[in-house]
C-alpha cells in the first residue's frame, strides 16, 4: 500500500528506542523527513547512528520550557509539522501497596504532560495551516485497569479524553488526532512491567512472562514494527476520515467494546 507520506515532516516523541524508533524508522523507509526527541543524549545520538537522515534532539517532554523549545527547534529546521507521533514517557509500574500520591504525580507528568507538552504548539500550528495528523501512542491500561499500574493508566486514560476532545474541537480545521493502544509490546519497558507483575504475585520474573502472553489469544507479544505499521496508516491519507477514536491493538487480549 502507498501511503503517500515522502516529503512529508514528521517528529517522533520518544523515538530514539521502542515502537519511538520503529515509528521513525517506517516513516524514513518511506521517504519522509523525521525528527525524534528523547530524554537521552545518548540514545539520541545511538538512534541517529542506526538512522541516516534523522534529526535528532535531545529533550525531557516533560518539562514545558524544554518541550517548547525543541518543537521549535524542529520547526525551524524543517518548516511546518505534518505528523506528529507521540511515544515519548512512560509512567513506573507499581504494585498497589507502594503506591503513594507522588506516584500518581510522576505518572502524568512522564505521561500525560510529555504528549500536551507536545500536542499544544503543535496542533495549533497544524490548525492555523488547515492541516496535520497527531497519532498519540497511548496504552490499554487507560481502558482496563490493571493493579500495577493505575497511575499510569489514569494518565493514558486522561490522553484518550484529550486525543477525542481535541479531534472534535480541531477537525473543522484540517486536523486529524488519533489515539493507538498497543497491549504488551516486545520493548525494554515491558520487563519493568513484567518485574512488577512478578513482585505482586510473588512469581519469577519468566513465569510473568509466560502468564502475560497466556493472556494473549494470538499467542505472542506485538512487535514494534507492527504497531509502527499500524501509525504509517493512520498518518496517511488512507486514513482521511478516521479521527477522535482510540484504537487497541492487543491481540484480543481484551474482547470488550468500549
Not at 524543517?78 to 513506573?92: C, M, R, T
Not at 520487563?191 to 510473568?208: K, M, S
Request: hydrophobic share 50%; charged share 20%; proline share 4%.
Amino acid at each position: 500500500m502507498e501511503f503517500n507520506l515522502a516529503g512529508k515532516s514528521v517528529v517522533v516523541t520518544g523515538g530514539s528506542k521502542g515502537i519511538g524508533f520503529a515509528c521513525a524508522k517506517a516513516f524514513l523507509e518511506e521517504g519522509a523527513r523525521v525528527a525524534i526527541l528523547s530524554r537521552s543524549a545518548d540514545n539520541v545520538e545511538r538512534a541517529c547512528a542506526a538512522l541516516p537522515g534523522v534529526y535528532g534532539i535531545a529533550a525531557d517532554m516533560s518539562d514545558a520550557t524544554m518541550a517548547a523549545d525543541a518543537i521549535a527547534a524542529i520547526t525551524a529546521h524543517f518548516g511546518a509539522i505534518d505528523v506528529l507521533v507521540n511515544s515519548a514517557g512512560a509512567a513506573k509500574r507499581t504494585p498497589p501497596d507502594e503506591l503513594s500520591p507522588q506516584a500518581y504525580r510522576a505518572a502524568m507528568d512522564a505521561k500525560y504532560f510529555s504528549y500536551i507538552h507536545a500536542i499544544d504548539p503543535v496542533v495549533k500550528a497544524m490548525a492555523e495551516r488547515g492541516s496535520g495528523v497527531i497519532v498519540n501512542i497511548v496504552g490499554n491500561g487507560g481502558k482496563v485497569a490493571a493493579a500495577t499500574h493505575i497511575p499510569g493508566g489514569a494518565a493514558n486514560a486522561a490522553l484518550m479524553l484529550v486525543t477525542a476532545g481535541l479531534a472534535n474541537a480541531f477537525a473543522p480545521r484540517g486536523v486529524r488526532i488519533v489515539a493507538l493502544n498497543p497491549g504488551t509490546t516486545e520493548t525494554g519497558r515491558v520487563a519493568e512491567g513484567l518485574a512488577a507483575e512478578a513482585r505482586l504475585a510473588g512469581i519469577g520474573l519468566d513465569e510473568a512472562r509466560q502468564r502475560s502472553v497466556a493472556r494473549i489469544p494470538l499467542g505472542r507479544m506485538a512487535r514494534p514494527e507492527e504497531i509502527a505499521n499500524a501509525v504509517l496508516f493512520l498518518a496517511s491519507d488512507k486514513a482521511s476520515y478516521i479521527t477522535g477514536v482510540s484504537i487497541s491493538m492487543d491481540g484480543a487480549a481484551n474482547p470488550v467494546v468500549v
